[in-house]
């Protein structure tokens, strides 16, 4: 499969927010080891060591996906025509092309479904590393709240993700709106999204094999047509600790902003290092503000820096919330979502509520308004 070079910051990232170290310059993965890629392995929880990734061991995967050849997602994207893209991140290019519904064969322009194919661009850093990650850990699980891998392709120098198409694109868009036509999300939409996102996070912890997400931000959480979340791109995904350990050490490797102090000071990844950045993502859709953003005054760059001691604060949590939701919602409603986001914020891993608490909470809040509305 020609050479693939060591991993970057993940896709969608700001070159300037992510960690500087996160990827090894010059480190190359010789992938061309002519087996392919087996389909015949129901198991997607084999290890995706640090080792595994930088010899470029392709590992077994579900049989349940369907393997394209290069020309079947050439004749899905019209050869991968400008005007079928629909992104461009750390990866490659994401572009839109349609498939069967049934056989997910490829159709015409315009007939059956509409998929998102991810084409890796040769000179990518992330490579070959992540796309086995994305290959391994969404090919082999299955839940309403994570995206759904379709198919892949190895051939040759080229690898290629075909994933459900999310019609409304990632909560990043809708939060920071940028441009007018993306709709402007109402107090109970981001609730909903909320609950969403973390009900998967929650499966990924309580799955057999324990998994670490590595990399939650608003990017990454996808919206369907009706405002249903969805976890996307698992290229930075680990297994959780094995052997009765209580983390996993790896390279350092995300978005500034979002990731856990401990896994930033020491490379020690916990289950619930996950749970801080769902807590820097809630803290986001309340005010509608970046986690990180160099624009903004000195002292107020990062959020989680600027307002976590306001969130405490009752007389003072108004005036952050984001006034686009002004009236949507109780002050109640605010302030426990607030407390919920201050727990998961905890300096300390061991304090942050596992994430199965974090759904019980933002469900509570959700069900506070539903007797006023049948009254």
């Not at 609730?191 to 929650?202: E, F, M, S």
């Not at 996993?248 to 995300?254: E, F, K, N, P």
């Not at 820097?280 to 509608?288: A, F, P, S």
């Amino acid at each position: 499969m020609g050479n693939c070079v060591g991993s970057q910051p993940a896709a969608n990232a700001n070159p300037s927010s992510t960690y500087p170290n996160s990827h090894t310059k010059g480190t190359s993965r010789n992938c061309s080891n002519g087996r392919g890629v087996s389909a015949t392995s129901n198991n997607f929880s084999t290890p995706l060591s640090d080792d595994a990734h930088l010899n470029g061991e392709i590992l077994p995967t579900p049989s349940s996906m369907k393997i394209y050849s290069f020309a079947d997602l050439r004749n899905a994207t019209r050869n991968f025509k400008p005007d079928m893209v629909l992104g461009v991140g750390g990866f490659g290019t994401v572009y839109k092309g349609w498939v069967d519904e049934k056989t997910l064969e490829p159709s015409k322009l315009g007939t059956g479904m509409m998929v998102a194919i991810k084409k890796m661009n040769e000179e990518s850093m992330q490579g070959f590393g992540e796309w086995q990650a994305e290959v391994n850990f969404l090919g082999g699980l299955s839940h309403p709240n994570l995206v759904k891998l379709l198919g892949y392709c190895v051939e040759d120098n080229e690898l290629l993700l075909v994933y459900e198409f999310m019609q409304k694109g990632s909560l990043e868009n809708h939060l920071f709106r940028r441009n007018d036509a993306i709709e402007l999300l109402s107090w109970d939409i981001r609730l909903k999204i909320a609950i969403g996102a973390a009900r998967g996070l929650a499966f990924l912890h309580t799955s057999d094999k324990q998994v670490i997400y590595r990399d939650f931000k608003a990017s990454n959480i996808l919206l369907d047509e009706s405002y249903n979340a969805k976890i996307s791109d698992f290229g930075l995904a680990k297994l959780g600790p094995s052997g009765g350990n209580s983390h996993v050490t790896t390279r350092i490797m995300g978005t500034y902003g979002y990731a856990a102090p401990e896994y930033i000071a020491t490379g020690h990844l916990y289950v619930k290092s996950d749970v801080y950045g769902f807590g820097v993502v809630l803290l986001e859709m309340l005010t509608g503000l970046r986690a990180l953003d160099i624009t903004r005054p000195n002292g107020q760059q990062n959020l989680v820096d600027w307002l976590k001691p306001v969130l405490s604060q009752r007389r003072k949590l108004k005036t952050v919330m984001d006034a686009r939701m002004e009236g949507q919602y109780s002050s109640k409603e605010a302030v426990q979502a607030a407390q919920l986001a201050l727990r998961c914020l905890e300096p300390e891993h061991r304090k942050r509520p596992p994430m199965e608490h974090v759904v019980e909470v933002l469900e509570h809040i959700a069900s506070m308004r539903k007797p006023k509305e049948s009254k």
